[in-house]
């Protein structure tokens, strides 16, 4: 048995059969049997139990730049630091990045979830996505469209998922940069420089989110949902204060955050899991927790959310039981 306790930010306590770090060399895919769960820095996957198969930890690393005319290519390996590479460019130059710094991670895992901050996501940069089907150990390489990318979605949650291995990430960042300073805190900067954007959305995640090094935790645990404009206007009358963010011409997205704090969950604790006391959508583990404890505080938060606003929030963060995925 090996102990992930330390291989993931929530730091549950848990085991797997197997563990197998892979470098730039995948062939060992071919020798795994039973149920195997891929991973990256362990910063949006939870176990919440001793997992019934294998673990295999990305350690690949490495980076091209080339330049073209009008943009920058990056192909980066799966195992880098997600938010090295975006000191990396800062450092040369490369701006358009800046908004996600500091989102904790590897490269290989952001596009699963489309990773976003600060009203950039990933997928307005993404190229191409490299990966290699398990069964088979063939290479593919998925277009940007083919990666069929959402809000915090990508097909690699869904018809891939469990099928392939990331391996590397090909970005197209363009030379000609345009600031996004439009959300919240970062509409204080007047005609901001990269470096600005890049250093406060530093301070605003160390000042609002919890540092996993310091106390367990995966991030935002549910999505913000997505409700229909008639279902917004119904709610508005009596929430008048209710948030929202423009979507489409029918819905709206509606922060979570507000949902939870509203119905008095902040600061909230059950056994060694708490509701982050400055942000309701993180919840937290003192070290102490456990896999029963976080889906117990999750499906209050989910119930209460569901019986006072007919709302259902979907977990962000993936829940690993014995036997892979678990759903809330
Ligand atoms: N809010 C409250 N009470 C609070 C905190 C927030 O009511 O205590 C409300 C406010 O109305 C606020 C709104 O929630 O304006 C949004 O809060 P915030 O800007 O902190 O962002 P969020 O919607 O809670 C999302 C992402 C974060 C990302 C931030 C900034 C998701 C699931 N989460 O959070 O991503 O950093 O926006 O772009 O979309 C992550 O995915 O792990 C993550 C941290």
Redo the contacts with the bound molecule.
């Keep these: 048995m090996h102990s992930l306790t330390s291989l993931h930010t929530f730091g549950l306590t848990a085991h797997s059969k197997q563990l197998i770090s892979v470098d730039n060399d995948f062939s060992i895919l071919e020798y795994i049997e039973g149920p195997l769960w891929v991973l990256g820095e362990g910063s949006n996957c939870i176990f919440l139990d001793d997992f019934d198969g294998s673990v295999i930890k990305i350690d690949s690393k490495g980076k091209t730049v080339e330049e073209f005319s009008d943009y920058y290519q990056l192909t980066v390996s799966s195992g880098e630091n997600w938010h090295q590479l975006v000191r990396f460019c800062m450092q040369n130059n490369i701006f358009g990045l800046e908004n996600l710094a500091l989102i904790p991670g590897s490269v290989g895992a952001a596009p699963i979830q489309n990773i976003g ?2 009203g950039v996501e990933l997928n307005q940069f993404i190229k191409e996505v490299v990966c290699t089907e398990i069964s088979t150990g063939e290479k593919h390489i998925l277009s940007n469209e083919e990666c069929q990318f959402g809000y ?1 979605d990508s097909v690699f949650k869904r018809h891939l998922a469990g099928k392939v291995i990331i391996t590397q990430v090909v970005l197209h960042i363009p030379k000609r940069w345009q600031a996004c300073n439009h ?2 805190e970062l509409a204080k900067l007047k005609q901001p420089s990269p470096e600005q954007i890049f250093n406060q959305v530093i301070a605003i995640r160390k000042a ?2 919890p540092d996993p090094n310091e106390i367990g935790n995966a ?2 645990f ?3 949902p997505l409700v229909s404009n008639k279902h917004y206007a119904s709610l508005q009358c009596d929430w008048p204060d209710l ?1 929202c963010f423009p979507v489409d011409h029918n819905s709206v997205k509606v ?1 979570a ?2 949902l939870i ?1 509203h119905l008095g969950f ?1 600061g909230k604790q059950l056994g060694g899991i708490q509701c982050h006391p ?4 993180v919840l937290t583990n003192n070290g102490q927790g456990n896999g029963a404890e976080l889906l117990e505080m999750a499906r209050q938060i989910q119930t209460k959310v569901e019986n006072t606003f007919s709302i259902h929030l979907e977990n ?1 963060v993936r829940l690993i039981g014995k036997k892979g995925l678990v759903m809330l």
């Design positions: 901050a600060y915090r959300y919240g609002k989110l991030g935002s549910f999505k913000n948030p922060p955050a507000w704090d902040k400055n942000q309701p959508l962000e």
